[in-house]
C-alpha cells in the first residue's frame, strides 16, 4: 500500500505542514498573476528612466533584458521550492524546509529588510512624483494618505485587495498603450528627430562589461516583486503550481512591458546621450510633454503616483503581512502577529504593525532614495542565495533528483549572477545589510534558548511531515513486488 505524495494531495491541504487553513483562499492563478504584475509596476520605467539611460548609456532596453536573463534563474527555484512547500512564508518557509529551520530564519529576516523598505521606498517615490504636481502640498502629507488608503484596502480582505489590483493593472495598461500610439505616430512623423533605430536596445559604440554590472544592479530592484506571489501561497486556490506559473509567466511579461515602452523612448530621442542630473528625474515625463501636450504629461505623472502609491505598496504591504504571519505562527517573531480576523480572514496586527513601521521609516527617508534602493537590494539578494542553496539541498542532495538543469545547473547559475551583484552593491548597503543581519542573529539566538520557533512538523505531537510523507512512499516504492 503506497502513501501518497504531497505532490498529488488535495488543493489547500496544510494540515502535512502543521497547520490549519485560517487565510481565505480565494485567489486564482490569474489573480496571483495580477499580483505579481501589479507589485513589480508595468510602468516602472517611467521614475527612473532617465538615471537608468545615463548609466546604460541609452540602452535602457538592453538593460531589462539582462535583468529578464539573470532573474529567470531565480523565479525557476522559487517554483521548484513553492511546488514542494504550497505555504505562506515565501523564502523563509523554502530555506527552513530545503536546508535547516534556523537558516530559514535568517533568509527570512534578510527579505524582511527588502518587504519592509519596499513601502517606504514607495511611498517616497510616490510623495517626489504628487509634489511635482502639487508643490504646496508637504511630501509627508502625501505619504499618509497612501499609507492609511493601501491599509484599509489590505485590512478589507484579500479578495477586495484582487479588485483592487486588477482595476490598476488595467489603468497602467491603458497608459502603455496610449503611450505607445503617441510614440508611433511621433517616430511616423520624425517629430523632434525620431526614427526607428535599435541603438536603444543595443549600441557597440558604447557597450561593455561595466555596464552589464551596473545593468543588473539596477534590474534586480526592477524585477522585485515577483518573489512576492510565494506570500500568497495559502490565499490561493489554484493548486501547488499557481505559484510558479505566476511568477514565470509575470516576470516574462513585465519584462515585455519594460523593454517595449523603453525601446520607443528611446527612439523619440535618438541623438540624446545623456540627461542633465537635474532633469533626469523627470526625462520620460519630458519625453510625453514633447510629443503630446502638458496635459497629457500631467496625467502620466499623476499615474505614475497612484500606481506607485497605491497599487504597487498595497501588494508590498500584503506580501510583507503574509512574511511576518508566517514566521510568527512558527514561534519565530512575536506570536500575537500571527493573530488572524475572523472576518476577513487577514493578518490584521502584522498589516497595521507594516503600515506602523513604514509610517516612521517613510518620515524619516523622504529624499534618501538611493539609500533605501541599496537596503532593499542586499534583503533581497540575499534571501535569494539561500533560496538557490535550498534547491540544490532539497532537491539535488536529499531527493537524488536526477533533473540536472532544474535542481544543480539553474539554481548555481542564478547564484553565481546574485553573488556578483551582491558583491558590486553599495558600501552603505552592505554595512546596513550586515548589522540588520546581526540583529536577526541576536533574535534567532533569543529564540532558540527559549526552545521556541519548531516548526510544525518537527514537533512530536505533530502530524506526518512532508519529509515524513516523502520518506514513506519512497521506502514504499522500492518494496519489492509481490
Same mark, same amino acid.
Given at each position: 500500500m503506497s502513501t501518497p505524495d504531497r505532490h498529488v494531495q488535495g488543493e489547500g491541504d496544510l494540515t502535512q505542514f502543521g497547520y490549519k487553513q485560517e487565510l481565505n483562499r480565494g485567489l486564482s492563478t490569474t489573480d496571483l498573476l495580477i499580483y505579481g504584475l501589479v507589485f513589480m509596476v508595468p510602468i516602472a520605467p517611467w521614475a527612473i528612466y532617465g538615471t537608468v539611460y545615463n548609466e546604460a548609456k541609452g540602452m535602457v532596453p538592453l538593460v531589462y533584458l539582462i535583468g529578464l536573463v539573470a532573474m529567470i534563474f531565480t523565479a525557476l527555484s522559487y517554483a521548484q521550492m513553492s511546488r514542494a512547500f504550497p505555504i505562506a512564508g515565501s523564502v523563509y518557509s523554502y530555506v527552513g524546509r530545503g536546508i535547516h529551520p534556523k537558516l530559514g530564519f535568517i533568509a527570512g529576516w534578510t527579505i524582511l529588510?527588502?518587504?519592509?523598505? #519596499?513601502?517606504?521606498?514607495?511611498?517616497v517615490f510616490a510623495a517626489e512624483s504628487m509634489s511635482g504636481i502639487f508643490p504646496a502640498v508637504p511630501k509627508w502629507a502625501w505619504i499618509l494618505l497612501f499609507l492609511a #488608503?493601501?491599509?484599509?484596502?489590505?485590512?478589507v480582505g484579500i479578495s477586495f485587495t484582487a479588485v483592487v489590483n486588477r482595476l490598476f493593472l488595467t489603468a497602467e495598461v491603458l497608459f502603455l498603450v496610449i503611450f505607445a500610439v503617441m510614440a508611433v505616430v511621433a517616430i511616423a512623423h520624425g517629430t523632434g528627430g525620431a526614427h526607428v533605430t535599435a541603438k536603444p536596445l543595443f549600441d557597440a559604440a558604447h557597450f561593455s562589461a561595466p555596464l552589464v554590472g551596473t545593468a543588473l544592479s539596477i534590474a534586480v530592484l526592477s524585477f522585485l516583486g515577483f518573489d512576492g506571489i510565494a506570500t500568497l501561497s495559502e490565499e490561493s486556490k489554484g493548486g501547488h503550481r499557481s505559484a510558479g506559473i505566476a511568477m514565470i509567466g509575470g516576470l516574462f511579461l513585465v519584462a515585455f512591458f519594460f523593454v517595449s515602452q523603453t525601446w520607443l523612448a528611446g527612439m523619440l530621442i535618438p541623438d540624446t546621450t545623456s540627461f542633465p542630473d537635474a532633469e533626469a528625474g523627470n526625462a520620460f515625463f519630458d519625453i510625453v510633454g514633447r510629443i503630446s501636450n502638458n496635459g497629457w504629461q500631467i496625467a502620466f505623472l499623476a499615474m505614475n503616483a497612484l500606481a506607485v502609491g497605491i497599487a504597487n505598496a498595497v501588494a508590498a504591504q500584503s506580501a510583507t503581512s503574509r512574511l511576518l504571519f508566517s514566521m510568527s505562527r512558527d514561534g519565530q517573531l512575536p506570536r500575537f502577529l500571527a493573530h488572524i480576523n475572523t472576518r476577513s480572514k487577514v493578518p490584521e496586527r502584522a498589516i497595521l504593525l507594516v503600515a506602523g513601521i513604514t509610517l516612521v521609516l517613510g518620515l524619516f527617508f523622504v529624499g534618501q532614495i538611493g539609500l533605501i534602493s541599496s537596503l532593499v537590494n542586499f534583503g533581497a539578494l540575499t534571501a535569494f542565495l539561500l533560496l538557490h542553496v535550498s534547491v540544490v539541498t532539497y532537491y539535488g542532495v536529499r531527493r537524488r533528483s536526477s533533473n540536472i538543469l532544474m535542481h544543480w545547473v539553474g539554481p548555481i547559475i542564478g547564484f553565481a549572477i546574485i553573488g556578483f551583484v551582491l558583491w558590486n552593491a553599495e558600501p552603505a548597503a552592505k554595512i546596513g545589510?550586515?548589522?540588520?543581519? #546581526?540583529?536577526? #542573529?541576536?533574535?534567532?539566538?533569543y529564540y532558540s534558548r527559549k526552545g521556541i520557533g519548531i516548526l510544525p512538523e518537527h514537533r512530536a505531537d505533530a502530524a506526518p511531515g512532508p519529509a515524513d510523507v516523502e520518506t514513506a512512499h519512497l521506502q514504499t516504492a522500492s518494496e519489492p513486488k509481490g
Open positions: 529588510l527588502d518587504y519592509l523598505l #519596499v513601502p517606504t521606498l514607495l511611498y #488608503v493601501n491599509t484599509a484596502i489590505n485590512y545589510g550586515i548589522v540588520w543581519l #546581526v540583529i536577526g #542573529v541576536a533574535v534567532l539566538a
